[in-house]
């Protein structure tokens, strides 16, 4: 690793394939994965329909640029706008979450400077949010830690404390309010749905976007296609990446606002290629029969039972679970058994994440096998002990 810049604190095993939810390292050790590389293998890893899909694809064209049609990355698109519920809805292409969102930044700011008689910029985020690591987005993200040396920053972004501090901080220069309807990296901590749907139509009557971060979120991990779904909302816009291509990067926009950019107004070299959206495109295939046979439902319910089993068993180490659907959290006493748990955890071939102050997450493939449950928690619990 001596050529690699150290951006990461990698634990040092080094994986060679993996089937579902089980992942085996060079030496044949055999792992269960709970964490789906932070929630991108949505189908799980050596998924047959998706290598398959991605195989077919490379072998005819994986990328000819966005100066010509794509037909893919068109289906996808319509399949995007249909099950998000955002009616006339346009969708753009790029690489990742945070590329998605500094579309959605965009996309708000011009809004902002051609409709109205003063232009309006400001954008209202949370405290504990997290949108991703460009400059812009990180002076989105509502987390000090983040601001550290990258500085001077692009001005406009204001915090607020929670959502009923989201009113105290408008004023007549507030264009967009961006939040996630379940903060990730800052714990795994769900928005009341009521307080959302109160704020989504009181911006609505402002004139105010409402930009949902669902890069974690979305194609199914609450339960539904969309957490905005579940919070029976409609956003102005909404930001896509991580589980949508199953492990290809993509990332994606979805707006109401379709004729607000113009040519040259914005653009992706990769973004939407032949090979992402035909991955995107039997990721959601897969998962839609998943979800319609309602194993989903099944193996949700199956795992929030099996972590509630955690916090009874240990209750000297866990206070209660978070989340919704597959985007799961245990909220420990402390950061330390956080931590130490994190780490046994992996000793025991076992993986987890960590978020917020002192939160064990949970973001397994959504197609995991209940046996891979049961294994996983087993070497889980032996790890708490």
């Keep these: 690793m001596q050529y690699l810049l150290n951006t990461y604190a990698r634990f040092d095993v080094e994986f060679v394939r993996g089937e579902s939810a089980t992942l085996w390292d060079k030496d044949d050790n055999e792992y269960i994965d709970f964490t789906s590389g932070i929630g991108v293998v949505s189908v799980g890893h050596g998924n047959v ?24 990355q068109e289906k996808l698109a319509e399949i995007l706008v249909k099950k998000s519920g955002l009616e006339n809805g346009g969708v753009f292409f790029c690489n990742s979450g945070a590329e998605a969102n500094e579309t959605a930044l965009k996309i708000a700011r011009k809004y902002g400077e051609i409709n109205g008689e003063i232009k309006r910029y400001k954008v209202i985020t949370l405290e504990n949010s997290f949108h991703g690591r460009t400059i812009s987005t990180l002076k989105a993200t509502g987390q000090p830690k983040f601001h550290q040396y990258f500085g001077p920053f692009p001005d406009g972004f204001t915090y607020a404390k929670n959502i009923e501090d ?16 379940i903060q990730g990296e800052g714990g795994v901590n769900p928005f009341d749905i009521r307080e959302i749907q109160k704020l989504s139509e009181e911006l609505k009557k402002r004139d105010i976007l409402l930009i949902v971060d669902e890069v ?10 969309l957490a905005s779904n579940l919070y ?33 107004d914005h653009g992706s070299t990769f973004g939407g290629n032949y090979l992402s959206t035909r ?12 979800y319609e046979s309602g194993m989903l439902k ?7 039972n099996r972590l509630l089993e955690i916090v009874k068993e240990f209750p000297d180490k866990f206070e209660s679970v978070s989340g ?24 025991n071939r ?14 397994p493939p959504l197609t995991i096998t209940k046996e891979e449950i049961d294994e996983g928690f087993d070497r889980l619990k032996e790890s708490i002990k």
């Design 49 to 72: 329909r998706l290598s398959n899909a991605i195989c077919e694809q490379a072998r005819n064209i994986i990328h000819i640029s966005n100066l010509y049609r794509i037909p893919p």
């Design 166 to 181: 989201i009113y105290n901080k408008i004023d007549d220069k507030t264009i967009a309010v961006m939040i996630e309807l």
């Design 216 to 225: 974690q979120t979305g194609i199914y991990r609450t339960g539904e296609f």
């Design 232 to 264: 029976k909302i409609n956003p102005d816009i909404v930001t896509l990446a991580k589980g949508l291509g199953g492990g290809v990067p993509i990332g994606a926009v979805i707006t109401t606002l379709s004729d607000v950019l113009k040519p040259g």
């Design 279 to 290: 991955a995107g495109l039997e990721v959601i295939k897969i998962l839609d029969e998943y």
């Design 298 to 304: 099944e193996t949700t319910e199956y795992f929030e």
């Design 324 to 347: 919704f659907g597959l985007m799961r959290a245990l909220r420990a006493h402390s950061v330390e058994v956080r931590d130490e748990v994190v780490k046994k955890a992996f000793e």
């Design 350 to 363: 076992v993986l987890v994440l960590k978020a917020g102050e002192k939160s064990v997450r949970f973001l």
